[in-house]
């Protein structure tokens, strides 16, 4: 059991994580707070609690391999990977500059503890079933862990991904949704519904775990319990609110899935963090 | 240094793809890092060899070519040396994307290895005939991109990207054709043209099973008096550049000739080098803009104009237009 202790300190990083978001977005004015938020506490719980890794050895044989799918999503893996130390956090202002590490869309050769590029939607489940495939054929023990958003669910390659990841058991794969519900033209389910997600993961012979995407020892719990299914891969479908934390993008996703806020709205958003962190 | 290479002629002929199996199994038994992909055409492409000797190296990904290209990424994020199999159509068409994020922008050690390429796949007829894979593999940043002209040349070219780090496509073919690297002074070496045949009128630079063809043409041009030299471009990219501009200045006329798209592929190339650099007269033999159509491979080899006769026209008519 996570300490009571443990989980504060984990909400404390997340909402930090959730800072760096909004000023990083708004300094780039662009890039995709949105969907960046409602991962936070879900990239929070791997790189601070979960993941075995080390920042000062990105290329340690033996660490667990994180592949962010919903490529995006960068902001939130950047600002965890700072936080973690990989780069100093001062780097984080210049996201999407020309020059920068901290390329749009998330890339493998620019910055150290970076293990897959995308930004292509669809593509990263299927190479985190290679990792997994290649750490079971040389018996290591790490894990690999994959996030995916709800949206992305909708290319085809992910359901690719999710039978080769059934029909090779991969247990040493954790895979998870973020159910934030909401893509760019409108609600996943609108637009074309993805349900009965658990059902089309457990009919690919998958293990399918719920968890509140928002409350880290739920996260937590998912997670360990995830790590303990045998013979067949586990996916995790995530409860989140995409924009969490702020609440003009909680009331307006589909504003602020790919737009940065303004000079005002960071003032405003900020605001919204440091209410939170008050509570 | 592109030696001059006499062309060891024979009548015996082979698959680049059955030299590819072979050499696959053989790179496999050398090195456990390897491990092999395919999308349920493993008897076609060959990759079946290693398969059954390697079966835990061996990943059939089933009919799902693009999850296949970005598993094979992630086994090759992990150290392995991943060579991902299926037609070319697929390989190249269905999974272009992947091809381009998951294995080029990320610089993996993953080789494409695609076989039946171009018209030569005959009775499957248009939809499984890969004419405008070279266009769009060539387009792909970081991605070398390879065109065996026989047997030999495949084995030799397997080996080398098996030991090269970073992303491969190589193209194979499906018929068996004749074998023109039976000389053991052949050398291979990625990025670098061959010099087949001496020339001095006009250069037949090919690819594939184009390069018989052409020394072919130049056999039957050199009964009419005329001298062509003859390259085997195999590789596409990296680009033989400084050979091909060497070729226009001392021959001062150039044909292109393969069994791809006039567009885009090697011609494509050939002419974006020499319109920048030294343009001289030239003329592209391939297939026309256009689909193709079932029949045997001899027979659409000849109604779509990949002959040495049209070889030979080709350079008449070039050496023709030189001042
Ligand atoms: C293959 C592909 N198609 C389209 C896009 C453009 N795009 C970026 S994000 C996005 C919506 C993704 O929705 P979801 O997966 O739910 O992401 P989230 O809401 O978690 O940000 C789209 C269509 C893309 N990046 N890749």
Same mark, same amino acid.
């Given at each position: 059991?996570?300490?009571?202790?443990?989980?504060?300190?984990?909400?404390?990083?997340?909402?930090?994580?959730?800072?760096?978001?909004?000023?990083?977005?708004?300094?780039?004015?662009?890039?995709?707070?949105?969907?960046?938020?409602?991962?936070?506490?879900?990239?929070?719980?791997?790189?601070?609690?979960?993941?075995?890794?080390?920042?000062?050895?990105?290329?340690?044989?033996?660490?667990?391999?994180?592949?962010?799918?919903?490529?995006?999503?960068?902001?939130?893996?950047?600002?965890?990977?700072?936080?973690?130390?990989?780069?100093?956090?001062?780097?984080?202002?210049?996201?999407?500059?020309?020059?920068?590490?901290?390329?749009?869309?998330?890339?493998?050769?620019?910055?150290?503890?970076?293990?897959?590029?995308?930004?292509?939607?669809?593509?990263?489940?299927?190479?985190?079933?290679?990792?997994?495939?290649?750490?079971?054929?040389?018996?290591?023990?790490?894990?690999?862990?994959?996030?995916?958003?709800?949206?992305?669910?909708?290319?085809?390659?992910? %359901?690719?991904?999710?039978?080769?990841?059934?029909?090779?058991?991969?247990?040493?794969?954790?895979?998870?949704?973020?159910?934030?519900?909401?893509?760019?033209?409108?609600?996943?389910?609108?637009?074309?519904?993805?349900?009965?997600?658990?059902?089309?993961?457990?009919?690919?012979? %998958?293990?399918?775990?719920?968890?509140?995407?928002?409350?880290?020892?739920?996260?937590?719990?998912?997670?360990?319990?995830?790590?303990?299914?045998?013979?067949?891969?586990?996916?995790?479908?995530?409860?989140?609110?995409?924009?969490?934390?702020?609440?003009?993008?909680?009331?307006?996703?589909?504003?602020?899935?790919?737009?940065?806020?303004?000079?005002?709205?960071?003032?405003?958003?900020?605001?919204?963090?440091?209410?939170?962190?008050?509570? | 240094?592109?030696?001059?290479?006499?062309?060891?002629?024979?009548?015996?002929?082979?698959?680049?793809?059955?030299?590819?199996?072979?050499?696959?199994?053989?790179?496999?038994?050398?090195?456990?890092?390897?491990?092999?992909?395919?999308?349920?055409?493993?008897?076609?492409?060959?990759?079946?060899?290693?398969?059954?000797?390697?079966?835990?190296?061996?990943?059939?990904?089933?009919?799902?070519?693009?999850?296949?290209?970005?598993?094979?990424?992630?086994?090759?994020?992990?150290?392995?040396?991943?060579?991902?199999?299926?037609?070319?159509?697929?390989?190249?068409?269905?999974? %272009?994307?992947?091809?381009?994020?998951?294995?080029?922008?990320?610089?993996?050690?993953?080789?494409?290895?695609?076989?039946?390429?171009?018209?030569?796949?005959?009775?499957?007829?248009?939809?499984?005939?890969?004419?405008?894979?070279?266009?769009?593999?060539?387009?792909?940043?970081?991605?070398?991109?390879?065109?065996?002209?026989?047997?030999?040349?495949?084995?030799?070219?397997?080996?080398?990207?098996?030991?090269?780090?970073?992303?491969?496509?190589?193209?194979?073919?499906?018929?068996?054709?004749?074998?023109?690297?039976?000389?053991?002074?052949?050398?291979?070496?990625?990025?670098?043209?061959?010099?087949?045949?001496?020339?001095?009128?006009?250069?037949?630079?090919?690819?594939?099973?184009?390069?018989?063809?052409?020394?072919?043409?130049?056999?039957?041009?050199?009964?009419?008096?005329?001298?062509?030299?003859?390259?085997?471009?195999?590789?596409?990219?990296?680009?033989?550049?400084?050979?091909?501009?060497?070729?226009?200045?001392?021959?001062?006329?150039?044909?292109?000739?393969?069994?791809?798209?006039?567009?885009?592929?090697?011609?494509?190339?050939?002419?974006?080098?020499?319109?920048?650099?030294?343009?001289?007269?030239?003329?592209?033999?391939?297939?026309?803009?256009?689909?193709?159509?079932?029949?045997?491979?001899?027979?659409?080899?000849?109604?779509?104009?990949?002959?040495?006769?049209?070889?030979?026209?080709?350079?008449?008519?070039?050496?023709?237009?030189?001042?």
């Amino acid at each position: 059991m996570i300490s009571r202790e443990k989980i504060k300190e984990l909400e404390a990083i997340a909402l930090k994580i959730r800072r760096h978001i909004i000023l990083m977005t708004c300094a780039a004015a662009s890039g995709h707070p949105g969907g960046s938020l409602s991962a936070a506490d879900i990239v929070t719980a791997l790189y601070f609690y979960k993941l075995k890794h080390k920042p000062q050895d990105p290329t340690w044989p033996d660490r667990d391999r994180f592949v962010m799918s919903k490529g995006h999503a960068a902001p939130v893996l950047y600002a965890a990977l700072a936080e973690a130390g990989y780069f100093p956090v001062s780097y984080l202002k210049t996201l999407r500059q020309l020059g920068s590490s901290l390329q749009g869309h998330i890339d493998m050769l620019s910055l150290p503890g970076i293990e897959m590029s995308t930004g292509s939607l669809g593509q990263g489940l299927s190479a985190a079933n290679g990792m997994a495939l290649a750490c079971r054929l040389d018996k290591m023990s790490c894990r690999v862990i994959c996030l995916l958003g709800d949206g992305e669910c909708q290319e085809g390659q992910v %359901w690719e991904a999710a039978m080769t990841a059934g029909h090779h058991k991969l247990d040493n794969l954790t895979a998870i949704i973020d159910r934030n519900k909401y893509q760019i033209d409108g609600k996943v389910e609108d637009i074309k519904g993805i349900e009965p997600l658990a059902d089309k993961f457990k009919a690919f012979n %998958w293990q399918v775990l719920f968890c509140d995407g928002h409350d880290m020892s739920s996260i937590i719990s998912a997670l360990e319990n995830a790590e303990k299914v045998k013979g067949k891969p586990a996916v995790i479908i995530a409860d989140t609110i995409k924009g969490k934390g702020v609440k003009f993008m909680e009331d307006n996703p589909l504003d602020y899935h790919g737009k940065a806020p303004t000079r005002e709205e960071e003032t405003l958003a900020l605001e919204c963090l440091r209410e939170k962190e008050s509570k | 240094m592109n030696e001059t290479m006499p062309a060891g002629r024979q009548d015996k002929k082979a698959a680049t793809r059955d030299a590819y199996g072979k050499t696959l199994l053989e790179l496999g038994r050398e090195n456990k890092d390897i491990v092999v992909l395919d999308a349920d055409l493993s008897a076609s492409t060959k990759t079946i060899l290693f398969a059954k000797e390697f079966p835990d190296r061996f990943f059939d990904m089933g009919v799902a070519e693009q999850d296949m290209i970005s598993t094979a990424a992630g086994l090759a994020a992990c150290g392995k040396i991943a060579f991902a199999s299926t037609f070319a159509v697929f390989g190249s068409g269905r999974a %272009w994307e992947q091809v381009r994020i998951s294995v080029a922008y990320t610089r993996l050690n993953v080789k494409i290895v695609v076989t039946h390429a171009g018209i030569t796949t005959g009775e499957d007829g248009a939809s499984h005939q890969a004419n405008e894979d070279l266009a769009i593999m060539r387009v792909i940043p970081n991605l070398t991109v390879i065109v065996p002209s026989d047997a030999i040349e495949a084995e030799k070219a397997i080996r080398a990207i098996a030991a090269f780090h970073g992303p491969v496509y190589v193209r194979l073919s499906r018929l068996a054709t004749p074998i023109i690297n039976d000389n053991k002074d052949y050398n291979f070496q990625i990025g670098r043209g061959i010099i087949m045949r001496e020339g001095s009128d006009a250069t037949i630079v090919a690819c594939g099973l184009m390069v018989s063809m052409a020394l072919d043409a130049a056999e039957m041009l050199q009964k009419e008096g005329v001298s062509v030299r003859v390259v085997d471009l195999h590789t596409l990219k990296p680009f033989d550049k400084e050979l091909i501009i060497r070729c226009a200045r001392e021959t001062g006329a150039i044909v292109t000739a393969e069994e791809h798209s006039i567009i885009g592929g090697l011609g494509g190339a050939v002419a974006e080098v020499l319109m920048e650099n030294h343009p001289v007269p030239m003329a592209r033999v391939g297939i026309k803009d256009m689909f193709g159509e079932s029949g045997k491979p001899e027979e659409l080899l000849v109604k779509y104009g990949l002959t040495p006769e049209e070889i030979a026209h080709a350079a008449r008519s070039v050496i023709a237009r030189k001042k």
